[in-house]
T-cell receptor, first 112, second 114 residues
Framework: GDSVTQMEGPVTLSEEAFLTINCTYT??????LFWYVQYPGEGLQLLLK?????DKGSNKGFEATYRKETTSFHLEKGSVQVSDSAVYFC???????????FGGGTRLMVKP | NAGVTQTPKFRVLKTGQSMTLLCAQD?????MYWYRQDPGMGLRLIHY???????AKGEVPDGYNVSRLKKQNFLLGLESAAPSQTSVYFC?????????????FGPGTRLTVT
């Protein structure tokens, strides 16, 4: 079945450091791919998405490129801020499109 | 536009007690979902609904029941709570499950079963 694997956290960085959070997936076909973010004490919210291979999703300085050859959708940001401290989830829909499969989440902690 | 709301925000139950969690959305979404979030395990789908009057099982449905009597509301029930149901519960909704669709999440309900 469809699955998502994320790098385990926590990831601890200093402010202005470069961020990469790895995400790989297994799926039939080429589904849309998502990154969701969960700030402390809140629900998840969509950070960015890509709907087809080679697409790049971007938002709030974060980027992720849909790589079908490596079945990956790694999240990157060039210069993180303390306010980026959160848990990040990679996700993809199942074949029927009626539910999302989430990775285990990666906690990011940014220190000033 | 409140989006997705959940009540209550916190609840403590004793083993064997029952309760109902309420989720409401004002975006006219067809699909609604209940997830649980446990440390280190990400989100797991409990039940979902593809429209008013319908429900379906997700990944971890045992011990829970749901109802969708109105399009805007999705209720999650625990008939006899167990300590293993201590978790944070999130409701979500989406307009259409097509490619590229987004799920909108509520703020969560933290449930402790003692």
């Amino acid at each position: 079945g469809d699955s998502v694997t994320q790098m385990e956290g926590p990831v601890t960085l200093s402010e202005e450091a470069f961020l990469t959070i790895n995400c790989t997936y297994t799926a039939t076909g080429y589904p849309s791919l998502f990154w969701y973010v969960q700030y402390p004490g809140e629900g998840l919210q969509l950070l960015l998405k890509a709907t087809k291979a080679d697409d790049k999703g971007s938002n709030k300085g974060f980027e992720a490129t849909y790589r079908k050859e490596t079945t990956s959708f790694h999240l990157e940001k060039g210069s993180v801020q303390v306010s980026d401290s959160a848990v990040y989830f990679c996700a993809l829909p199942n074949n029927a499109g009626n539910m999302l499969t989430f990775g285990g989440g990666t906690r990011l902690m940014v220190k000033p | 536009n409140a989006g997705v709301t959940q009540t209550p925000k916190f609840r403590v139950l004793k083993t064997g007690q029952s309760m109902t969690l309420l989720c409401a959305q004002d975006m006219n979404h067809e699909y609604m979902y209940w997830y649980r979030q446990d440390p280190g395990m990400g989100l797991r789908l409990i039940h979902y609904s593809v429209g008013e009057g319908t429900t379906a099982k997700g990944e971890v449905p045992d011990g829970y029941n749901v109802s969708r009597l109105k399009k805007q509301n999705f209720l999650l029930g625990l008939e006899s709570a167990a300590p293993s149901q201590t978790s944070v519960y999130f409701c979500a909704s989406s307009y259409y499950p097509g490619e590229g669709y987004e799920q909108y999440f509520g703020p969560g309900t933290r449930l402790t079963v003692t």
